[in-house]
Structures are given as C-alpha cells and as structure tokens.
C-alpha cells in the first residue's frame, strides 16, 4: 500500500526513524562486567517482589531466602528468554513486511530501523539469561512450535500481524512499565532495572508505530474483514498475554510449588486473570477508536476473560492496587 500521500502518517514514521538512529548498543551502553551488575547466589535482590502474585504469595514468603532468590532468578530468567524468542519472531515478520512495500515508501525504513533494536534487545535479553545461568524454555512449547509461520502473516495478512505484535509487546510494556513505577525501594537487581528501563523506552516508538499503522489500515477493510478481526483480537491477546503471565508446569514442578497455590494464583479468578484484564486496557481503547467492539467481540473479549473497561490514554497507570507479574527484561 503506498502510504506517500498521507503526509501525517509520513511525517510520524519519520519522526520514528530519526529517534531510533539514537537507539542504544547493547555491548556499547551497558558496562556488563561492572561490580553491581553482577550476578550471585542467594542475592537477596532476586527475591520476587509483592508485586508479583507468586512475590506476594504466603506460600513463597515462607520459603527459605535461597529458595525465594532460585525461584525469582528463574522467573525473571525465562521472562528474559520469552522476550528474546518473541523479538525473533517480531524482526522476521517486519522484514518479512518490509520486503513488500514499494520504494519510497517512509515504512520501510521504520520496519528496518525497528528490527535492528530488537536485534539489540535480543542481545540483550540473551545475555541476562546467559549471566542468570539458568536453563529456562521461554515461550510455552505450543508457541514455539508454531513461531516458524508466524511471520510469514506480515505479508498476507498485515493487520492480524500488527495486533499480535501488539499482543506480545504491550504485556511486556505494562508488566515493566508497572515495575518501574513501584516505590522505593525496589526489590530489584540493578541490572534488570537498568535494562527495563532501556526497553521500555525504546518499546514506546514500536507500540506507538503500531498503533499509527492500525489506525491507517483498518478503516479501510471490507466489513467482514473487520467483523473476523474484531474476534481475532481478543484470542490473540489472551494467548500471548497469558504466555507472559502464567510461569509454565515445569517451574511449579521443579520448585515444588502446591498446586493450590498455582491454582489459588492463576486460575480464572486469581490475580493473574485480574492482570491480564490490566494489562490489555490499551488494546480496548484502540478496539474502540477502530470500530471493532461491536457485539460479538465483546462477547469474545468475555469468554477470553480478558473484558474490562478501556484506558482513557496510552499506559494509564492502575487506579488500585492489583499485583503483576514481575518480568525479567
């Protein structure tokens, strides 16, 4: 699609690209070897924060400090390989894009610009999880499975892939952006807080991006089309947030966690399902402002439990106090 008369549109993409020219080097900007990055056993700042549902948990406050520091280590360390599989997936779908829109278009240089920070980030989160030094899977089998094909819909089917893009960077933006914002002090090694903040920065511009490229594509869809997207949207959400959300079987087996507690924690009532309501606030407003919360979709927004009412603005904080997840990066 040539996007070269709609000036405004234009004017932001290139307003995107100049601000990712100044993007960070992982290897350049972070002094890695230096003494508070350091990573050790039994560091009390590896201890989940209350913040967490796992964090704030009677059961895992009353584990010993060396129990609570192995769980909160291998948390963070599989949300840090979570995000370096989905910017693996994310930079072959925007290449994959890429390679279709004409010359000149002002959204081939964004999607490039863009990958390479994500190649970044992905240096980046694999380092933390080299560093942590635990073997974690990342992403539930099911996802990782399927991620060879999940690309290719860049082509095809543009708008679907845009909203799972959406899908896996927003929960990442509200997890982190919430960990942020906790007061001092913060139960929070140096390294991922350094890091957090680097990614969340840099985040802003490819949300951002993906919201200007919605709000230009899909008004211009064939009723239907909208009609089938406007269901696909909530089904998408809730399976990557729930992929960032919810810790895999593994983890609770090998650290010998209840099954009440999992239970108690995440299932459709615990606070994990009230986070995943959060966190895709943004993804309600945007629904609306493009016309696709009409009834069936929000229908399907309840039976995903993931309904609830829309943010007023982008990363509206939370008026309560409800525990999220804790990321790794």
Not at 6 to 34: G, I, M, Q
Not at 111 to 137: A, K, T, Y
Not at 231 to 240: G, K, N
Not at 250 to 259: D, E, L, S, V
Request: charged share 20%; proline share 8%.
């Amino acid at each position: 699609m040539d996007v070269s008369d709609d000036t405004d549109y234009a004017a932001t993409l290139t307003s995107l690209s100049e601000a990712s020219v100044r993007h960070f080097n992982p290897y350049t900007d972070v002094d890695w070897e230096a003494p508070i990055f350091s990573v050790t056993a039994n560091d009390p700042r590896w201890v989940l924060s209350t913040s967490d549902p796992l964090g704030s948990h009677p059961w895992y406050q009353a584990q010993p400090l060396d129990k609570q520091v192995a769980i909160g280590m291998w948390r963070q360390a599989n949300m840090a390989k979570v995000g370096t599989q989905f910017e693996g997936i994310l930079v072959r779908g925007l290449l994959h894009y890429a390679f279709w829109v004409p010359n000149g278009s002002p959204e081939y240089r964004y999607c490039v610009h863009e990958s390479i920070e994500e190649c970044s980030h992905s240096l980046m989160f694999q380092e933390i999880v080299n560093r942590i030094g635990v073997d974690v899977p990342g992403m539930p089998r099911w996802l990782r499975v399927l991620s060879p094909v999940v690309p290719f819909y860049a082509g095809p089917l543009p708008n679907a892939f845009f909203f799972g893009v959406l899908a896996g960077e927003v929960p990442f933006d509200y997890l982190q952006t919430n960990l942020l914002r906790e007061p001092e002090p913060r139960s929070i090694h140096p390294i991922m807080q350094d890091l957090i903040a680097i990614h969340v920065a840099e985040e802003a511009r490819h949300i951002s991006f993906a919201h200007e490229y919605l709000h230009r594509r899909v008004p211009r869809l064939k009723w239907y089309t909208r009609f089938w997207l406007s269901l696909y949207v909530p089904i998408v959400m809730r399976m990557l947030g729930q992929a960032m959300v919810v810790p895999s079987r593994r983890f609770f087996r090998q650290f010998g966690i209840p099954r009440s507690v999992r239970k108690e924690l995440y299932s459709d009532g615990g606070e994990s399902r009230q986070t995943l309501r959060d966190m895709f606030g943004d993804i309600r407003m945007l629904c609306d402002d493009l016309n696709l919360m009409n009834p069936f979709a929000l229908l399907m927004w309840r039976i995903c439990r993931i309904n609830g009412p829309a943010s007023r603005y982008r990363s509206e904080p939370q008026r309560t106090n409800v525990a999220t997840s804790v990321p790794a990066a």
